[in-house]
């Protein structure tokens, strides 16, 4: 919420304490770990997973990938690009020892074929997004969101869960 916002709740009678829920920069998030460490593939280079220091509010910097950029891949850097060399661009790779092999050739970087995005949920805390789950392939965007169509609220009572206001308004 904005400053206002929360100036304004802060002078509900009811209301004892309002604060901040942000998780600190440089510390990782265990309970509820961010991409890449949530959906690491098997495939490990040096059986291990760097600790990025992420978590849902400070998360990156990271590099989006596009057609055409090369990225080095190194024991930082490939956790966060394996997916979309393996999964998506339909690559063949493998690590033997500390070396990376795609489609049988060892390398030491990758250009990507495809565009990547991504993805923000609208519930900063309560979103499961790319910080989550990493990049989205352009080729699995299938359409553009124009309105909210439901809208709820969990912890309202039985004939309130549904926020009417909110149905059907049109997204920017």
Not at 75 to 89: G, H, K, L, N
Not at 107 to 134: A, P, V
Not at 139 to 154: N, P, R, Y
Request: charged residues 20%.
């Amino acid at each position: 919420m904005t400053a206002a916002a929360a100036n304004t709740v802060k002078g509900y009678s009811n209301i004892k304490n309002l604060a901040p829920v942000i998780d600190p920069k440089g510390v990782s998030q265990i309970e509820d770990p961010v991409f890449p460490s949530k959906y690491y593939l098997p495939v490990k280079l040096k059986n291990t997973i760097p600790d990025y220091h992420w978590n849902r509010d400070n998360f990156g910097p990271i590099i989006i990938p596009k057609a055409g950029w090369t990225v080095k891949l190194d024991s930082m850097t490939f956790p966060i690009y394996e997916r979309c060399i393996a999964v998506y661009e339909h690559n063949n790779l493998e690590v033997k020892g500390g070396d990376i092999y795609i489609n049988g050739v060892k390398t030491n970087s990758y250009t990507f074929k495809m565009n990547y995005y991504w993805m923000m949920g609208d519930n900063r805390h309560d979103s499961e997004d790319s910080r989550y789950w990493g990049f989205v392939p352009e080729d699995h965007i299938v359409g553009k969101a124009l309105f909210i169509w439901m809208s709820w609220d969990d912890n309202a009572s039985f004939f309130s869960k549904i926020r009417w206001g909110r149905l059907f308004n049109i997204i920017h």
